[in-house]
């Protein structure tokens, strides 16, 4: 396994790996660890493996954005989020359009660009342990990364809609009976099952499975890249906000921010 700025990845007897590997920070994603997915999704789908499967390392699947680098960057991180999602929203689209399946394993809780890791697989698992926060309207921001695609392709436009506007925290068992993930099993089963799964798709005809991936995705072709590129649009004006600095500020100082529209 390749180990770069908080993201491992390989592939081993026909299974590619990708691995959030920062879990001291809750695999909290920045530039450097969001660069380093591009590289590897491209580098993963070069390899044509069987299967990829997408999971984390430590409690938490991941924070989402990180908090540190959005303070450090300040009015300039309209700029962070230009130059980072030039990066990893082509290999999003690569790695959900290859005809190849896409498993991720929900070890814990995720919020905010996390959901778009978890999701944009075409299995996903979870543990009981795992719960779901959105986060960005707590932040003054939107959503990026295809966030809204794919929360919205698992449970329905109306209610990703509520969910990323109140940002309350969804329990597991909400999560299953919503449509986020497909099953649950206890934090000690969770791996095997997913283990299982994997092998399963790896011993799958390749054509058949990824002719069926193709056949789906292109009942919403195109749909994707629209919905990148008018999230990052939205998000950089928000992150030009003032409403975003007292957002960030609140939550690193943990109180209630005070948004006044601006």
């Not at 001291?24 to 994603?29: C, F, S």
């Not at 303070?71 to 300039?76: P, T």
């Not at 499975?209 to 939205?234: F, S, T, W, Y």
């Amino acid at each position: 396994m390749k180990l770069q700025d908080g993201i491992a990845w390989g592939v081993e007897s026909g299974v590619g790996r990708i691995v959030l590997s920062r879990p001291e920070k809750a695999n909290a994603l920045n530039f450097a660890l969001l660069s380093a997915l591009a590289q590897a999704i491209d580098e993963l789908i070069a390899l044509a493996p069987r299967v990829v499967l997408i999971s984390a390392q430590g409690p938490v699947f991941s924070a989402g954005g990180d908090i540190s680098w959005m303070l450090a960057a300040g009015e300039n991180f309209h700029a962070e989020v230009d130059r980072t999602l030039q990066v990893v929203n082509p290999a999003m689209h690569r790695l959900v359009s290859a005809p190849i399946p896409v498993v991720s394993a929900v070890s814990g809780p995720l919020g905010g660009a996390g959901i778009a890791l978890a999701l944009c697989a075409d299995f996903v698992l979870g543990a009981t342990s795992m719960k779901l926060r959105t986060g960005y309207a707590a932040l003054g921001v939107t959503p990026d990364l295809g966030v809204t695609y794919f929360l919205s392709r698992r449970i329905g436009t109306m209610r990703a809609r509520q969910w990323l506007m109140l940002s309350d925290a969804i329990d597991a068992e909400e999560c299953l009976k919503a449509g986020v993930v497909d099953a649950l099993y206890p934090a000690d089963e969770l791996a095997s099952a997913v283990e299982a799964l994997v092998a399963r798709l790896a011993r799958s005809a390749p054509g058949s499975v990824g002719g069926i991936k193709k056949l789906c995705n292109a009942l919403q072709a195109g749909d994707l890249l629209v919905q990148l590129d008018l999230e990052r649009e939205i998000l950089s004006g928000c992150a030009r906000s003032t409403d975003f600095q007292e957002g960030v500020r609140a939550f690193s100082e943990k109180r209630a921010p005070l948004f006044t529209g601006s």
